[in-house]
């Protein structure tokens, strides 16, 4: 891609979406590695399809590549193989919080969402901390309206149930 113009638009995107990009990955992996990786892999294929992408809206097609890569590596991590890491800690910087929610305040709600299945967390993860209605949720997801619902319901009330055995067992 030559066209000097349409590299400095990406630059443009890039600069001004780093950080809410970065605070999305985060949601999605819970790992500040791996979220930097997916940021960093997402912006790659985009790059790629950038003419098309910006005569479109942006935004929405970088989550979709996000998700969706996010779900590719999970699906190939399943077979049984683990990741190796040095796991110096469980809190994500101040930097990776998405809008105004500061991600090191929640650890709780992290370890929580940890353990949703991974569309169940998607979908949270793009309702509540991407602040997206259920149809650009369900565009990001690639499925029904209806499926973020039920999604969004299940996963709420398996954080709920979670969070209210975590206190009682925490006032114990």
Avoid at 4 to 20: H, S
Avoid at 84 to 105: F, I, K, N, Q
Avoid at 138 to 147: F, Q, R
Wanted: proline share 2%; charged share 25%.
């Amino acid at each position: 891609m030559a066209d000097g113009g349409t590299r400095a638009d990406f630059e443009a995107y890039v600069a001004a979406r780093y950080g809410a990009l970065l605070g999305l990955a985060y949601l999605l992996t819970q790992d500040r590695g791996l979220a930097e990786d997916l940021v960093q892999v997402t912006l790659t294929k985009c790059w790629l399809a950038w003419r098309k992408v910006q005569a479109d809206d942006p935004t929405a097609y970088v989550r979709r590549v996000m998700v969706n890569t996010h779900t590719e590596w999970w699906r190939r991590r399943r077979g049984g193989k683990e990741l190796p890491t040095d796991d110096l800690s469980a809190v994500a910087p101040a930097a990776y919080g998405a809008g105004s929610v500061r991600l090191v305040e929640h650890s709780d709600l992290m370890q929580a969402l940890r353990r949703l299945p991974k569309k169940m967390c998607a979908a949270v993860v793009l309702r509540y901390f991407e602040d997206l209605s259920e149809a650009e949720t369900a565009d990001v997801l690639g499925c029904s309206i209806g499926t973020v619902k039920s999604q969004t319901h299940r996963a709420l009330t398996k954080l709920r149930v979670d969070l209210n055995s975590q206190a009682t067992t925490e006032t114990r």
